[in-house]
């Protein structure tokens, strides 16, 4: 059974940082699409950050909101995927969550995480 994990939310203030971990179980995170995904209250989750598996280069890419200051990263040793956030704004306050996506059939979300960008 496949399990996602995430860790590292919490409360921060303007401008501060935050590393995000995604830890896997019962798979190798490699094999798969990983994303980071944000959702508020009333709104549709979006995909902040994705990490491509690593037969296709392992490509990321950013939301245009978070460019520049968010980084998605891969350790395949530790069978975990990053998301380090510096520059944060109160605007990035969010539940996080992680997905692996290899197939419509293998396609899995952790529970989220709580991020609160606040004075």
């Known amino acids: 059974q496949v399990q996602l994990v995430e860790s590292g939310g919490g409360l921060v203030q303007p401008g501060g940082s935050l590393r995000l971990s995604c830890a896997a179980a019962g798979t190798r995170l490699g094999a798969f699409d990983m994303g980071w995904y944000r959702q508020v209250p009333g709104k549709q989750r979006e995909l902040v950050a994705r990490?491509?598996?690593?037969?296709?280069?392992?490509?990321?890419s950013y939301a245009d909101s978070v460019r520049g200051r968010f980084t998605i990263s891969r350790d395949t040793a530790e069978n975990t995927v990053y998301l380090q956030m510096s520059g944060l704004k109160p605007e990035d306050t969010a539940v996080y969550y992680c997905?692996?996506?290899?197939?419509?059939?293998?396609?899995?979300w952790g529970q989220g995480t709580q991020v609160t960008v606040s004075s």
């Open positions: 997905n692996g996506y290899f197939s419509e059939e293998h396609d899995y």
């Open positions: 990490i491509t598996r690593s037969s296709s280069g392992s490509t990321t």
